[in-house]
Structure formats: C-alpha cells, structure tokens
C-alpha cells in the first residue's frame, strides 16, 4: 500500500524567510503524481503544486517549488518570501491511477511569524 | 468558489440518526470522492464513483454509503450516528485523478 509520511508535524517561519516543508512516500509504481495541498483556518483544502513523477524538472508555482527526488521518494516544498496567509496546514498527496485514489500524510502545520 | 458545491455546511444530530450529505462536482468532471477528516487529522479517503459507477472503496464503515446520480451529483448517506462520526466530510471531483482534486467547502458533522 502507498503511504506518505510528513515527518514535520509543526513548522514555524518569519515573514519573508523561506521554509522547507519534507515529504516522504513509499510506493513500488513508476506512474504517479505527487501534490502539495494547503488548508488555512477556512478547512478550505486548495492545491498549491503538482509534480509528474515523469518529470525530472522540478515544478514551481510562484513563490511556491518542489524538490522532487524520485529515486529517495522524496517531495518537499519550500516556499519563498513567506507571507503571512501563508500559515495554514499543508498536506502531501500522492495519486496513482492503479489505486485511483489521492493518499494524504498527517499534515505540517506552519506558522508565520513577524 | 472551486465549483464544488456541498451542502449543508453545518449539520448538528442526535446519537442513532441518519443524515446525507450533497454533493454537485465541477463542471465536466466525472469522479466524485469523498474524504472524512476527523479533528486536526489527516483526510482519509472513503470512497469514489466515476460517472454513477463506484469505482474505488477505501476505509467506509458499512453504516455509510453513497452513490452518483446520472447528473453526477452525489451523496454521502451516514446512517446509525456515532460520537466518533463527528468530522468535516469532504467531496471532491475531478477529470482525472493525475491533474488534482478540487474539494468542495466541506460539511462539519456533529453528533450529539
């Protein structure tokens, strides 16, 4: 079975400062796709970025980039100039179409700081 | 608005009762998934239909059932409530489960 471990349960950054949130998973597919997801105080869950495993680049979205190290089955997320409506919970997923189905991990909460 | 719609947003019952809960995708998606997120948890996938056929079952108690109408909405029937019920049930839709979900705003279910 596919699982994803956030091994960060809380993180806390100063405005502007960059911050590196870590993602594992395990899985024996070659095919997959890998997200971030953000849900602020609004429970409100929203996707921030998106990774073909295919890909070797790197996907950014903005302030917001991944390092995705397929071989490690790693994905972590680093946002630049944090502001702060950035403060929310953030959540790995990992989709496979064998499993047809998205697998989250516990979640990091992050704080942003003054 | 993500254009998943769900509805009610809150809902408040009693111990033993039955409640179902809507929900209406994104335009022209065709798969519906719901999600159970119990107090500062992660999503726990409960089930997905695609175009009114289930096609995946994750960890759904048999007290909780739903199904996919030919408009493609769909409903989340939880029947015989527990306390440990209580949580912010999620749907979510999409056109293909590669290019990412968009979640609806949620239900919160309590039972008292």
């Known amino acids: 079975a596919q699982t994803v471990t956030q091994s960060q349960p809380e993180m806390s950054v100063q405005e502007a400062e960059t911050v590196t949130l870590s993602c594992t998973y395990d899985t024996s597919e070659s095919d997959y796709y890998l997200f971030w997801y953000k849900q602020p105080p609004s429970r409100q869950m929203i996707l921030v970025i998106r990774?073909?495993?295919?890909?070797?680049q790197n996907a950014t979205e903005n302030r917001f980039s991944v390092n995705f190290q397929k071989a490690a089955k790693s994905f972590s997320l680093k946002i630049s100039d944090s502001q702060l409506g950035d403060a929310a919970m953030y959540f790995c997923a990992y989709f496979t179409g064998t499993a047809s189905k998205l697998t989250f991990g516990t979640g990091t909460r992050l704080q942003v700081t003054l | 608005d993500s254009g998943v719609t769900q509805t009610p947003k809150h809902l408040i019952t009693a111990t033993g009762q039955r409640v179902t809960l809507r929900c209406s995708p994104r335009s022209g998606d065709l798969s519906v998934y719901w999600y159970q997120q119990s107090l500062d948890q992660g999503l726990q996938f409960l089930i997905q239909y695609y175009n009114g056929e289930e096609r995946a079952k994750g960890n759904i108690l048999e007290r909780f059932s739903a199904q996919q109408f030919p408009d493609l909405h769909s409903e989340l029937n939880l029947s015989s409530l527990e306390l440990g019920d209580s949580a912010l049930y999620f749907c979510?839709?999409?056109?293909?489960?590669?290019?990412?979900?968009?979640f609806g705003s949620g239900t919160r279910l309590t039972v008292v």
């Open positions: 990774q073909e495993a295919y890909k070797q």
């Open positions: 979510a839709s999409s056109v293909g489960g590669g290019t990412g979900y968009t």
